[in-house]
């Protein structure tokens, strides 16, 4: 029997996609497929540009089989829910809201389940509150949850034992276990499931109160050693409860649910491009839409009232290792309806960022991109303020978000991955400032966190050490911080937004 034949009878239902097959054949050569350079955007025109971070799987016809069964399950998240974020953020642009954007490093599948998904909510929601009380602002909550499975290596292949294996990259990949270190398309599949049920749970809770706001919340600070710092959190926790009790008090929440649940959406690297291929659809464009389709399939007019969705979540970023400006990733991007970040790091040039802002939104919608920066606490002085100018020169109006975990991380005597709380703030810190210096504003925070009780990060309140991160270091990729630390960084942030309110 031939290979096509073969191919067909393993995959049921549907043949795949024209589309489909075209990022089938890049995942099984490695990235280097020779095609004629795509002028026209359509979902599978990134197969036609160098990609950075793709996976090569051994088995086409699993791979085939995969994204067959992707392109025919339904979305995950829709287009009112995807514009309704836009709509969010161009207010977070426009300095009327702040952005707070957390959640793993890498989700687990085992991450999918009841208390593991609660509390993350949870803290997100006491973040957000906190940052309210000291900004006055309005918080946008998007979760790094539902999706954020993979993640970039700096190899793909790693020795263990004198044995070159795979690296792990992510539950939707390979298995962290060594017998389970080849690439397997099927975890694709698997991951769609993992974050739609993460979602719908997400949803169901929210609709059933877990974030309302007439209910008591646990804002227990028994871990928070020093007597002065912890009576003025202690001030701050007391402040926020007088308030939300005045509001009962005087009937202000009686008539609508607006203490009763939120808006909370999803987030994930958009790595995986096979993936995101398969779950972006042409969909009919929400009321209320701002702009109108710039970008279409060949052959499909810009005025037939539809837009191309990535429905796998409702905002999607490109990492730093794979901004490249002629690379798949941004080529991709390019053509989504959805909001993206752009993660910014050490190594971006001014005028290149304001290519990459050209190429994914000529159009300078506000709030339409995000830019992520990262640099560390010991670079943030000497970088951020030429990217605030080169950006207010061309004419764009972004999300300024800062990612004060990726760079500073570290490694201890014993080789355990960790980061210091105070460069965290630091760098937020000086992010801050910054911004003021130069006319702008940081728009939001982006946190690598988890509502458990882990030891990943050292320092903050509870003092932990290098020593403490054996107690329950839990992640598989790069340390969280816990509860009381994303909490507790939160609390400066709000002194910070009212000390300046005050002068």
């Known amino acids: 029997m031939s290979t096509k034949g073969r191919i067909e009878e393993q995959v049921p239902g549907p043949a795949l996609s024209k589309d489909g097959r075209a990022a089938a054949e890049l995942n099984l050569a ?4 020779t095609k ?45 829910e995807i514009v309704k974020l836009r709509k969010s953020l161009r207010e977070v642009a426009l300095g009327n809201a702040f952005l707070l954007q957390g959640g793993d490093c890498a989700e687990l599948f085992d991450y999918c389940e009841e208390n593991a998904i609660e509390s ?17 602002k309005p918080v946008v909550r998007v979760a790094r949850m539902a999706g954020q499975f993979a993640k970039p290596r700096s190899s793909p292949m790693e ?80 402040s926020i409860t007088e308030s939300l009790r005045f509001m009962r008090t005087v009937g202000a929440d009686s008539n609508a ?42 052959g499909e007019g810009e005025d037939d009232g539809k837009g191309w969705y990535n429905t796998s979540a409702h905002f999607l970023w490109i990492g730093d290792r794979t901004r490249q400006l002629n690379g798949a990733h941004v080529e991709f991007f390019r053509g989504l309806e959805n909001p993206i970040g752009i993660k910014v790091g ?5 005028q290149e960022l304001v290519r990459v802002l050209e190429i994914v939104n000529p159009n300078q919608e506000e709030g339409k991109v995000t830019l992520i920066t ?61 911004h003021k210096e130069h006319g702008s504003f940081l728009g939001g925070v982006h946190l690598e966190l988890t509502g458990e009780a882990v030891t990943e990060c050292v320092g903050g309140s509870e003092g932990l050490t290098d020593e403490d991160l054996s107690l329950n270091y839990t992640s598989y990729c790069d340390p969280r911080l816990n509860e009381k630390q994303a909490l507790e960084l939160m609390f400066l942030i709000a002194a910070h937004y009212r000390g300046s309110q005050s002068t």
Request: net charge positive; charged share 25%.
């Open 159 to 238: 020795m263990h034992n004198g044995v070159e294996i795979h690296s792990f990259r992510g539950d939707n990949i390979n298995g962290y276990s060594h017998e389970e270190r080849t690439p397997d398309p099927s975890r694709l599949v698997a991951a769609y499931f993992h974050s739609a049920s993460t979602l719908n749970y997400m949803r169901a809770s929210l609709a059933s109160g877990i974030a309302d706001l007439h209910s008591p919340l646990d804002w227990g600070l028994g871990h928070v050693q020093d007597p002065s710092i912890k009576a003025k959190y202690q001030r701050i926790v007391e």
């Open 346 to 350: 050490p190594s971006m040039e001014g």
């Open 374 to 434: 990262r640099y560390g606490e010991g670079k943030v002085e000497g970088l951020l303020g030429s990217h605030i100018e080169a950006v207010k020169k061309s004419g764009h109006t972004v999300v300024w978000q800062c990612d004060p975990m990726h760079g500073n991380t570290r490694s201890t005597p014993t080789g355990i991955k960790t980061r210091q709380f105070s460069s965290i703030f630091n760098e937020l810190s000086s992010a801050l400032k910054i």
């Open 30 to 33: 490695n990235g280097h497929v």
């Open 257 to 298: 649910n607006s203490l009763e649940t939120v808006d909370l959406y999803t987030s994930h690297e958009g790595l995986l491009l096979e993936y995101e291929q398969s779950l972006t659809r042409r969909l009919k464009h929400p009321p209320g839409r701002r702009q109108p389709c710039t970008l279409g399939k060949e």
């Open 120 to 136: 993350k909510i949870k803290l997100l929601l006491q973040m957000s509150l906190v940052l309210i009380w000291g900004m006055n």
């Open 36 to 80: 004629r350079r795509a002028t026209e955007w359509s979902p599978s025109s990134w197969t036609m540009r160098p990609i950075k971070q793709d996976v090569t799987y051994d088995d086409r016809a699993a791979v085939e089989k995969a994204l067959a069964k992707l392109e025919r399950l339904p979305p995950i998240v829709t287009p009112t």
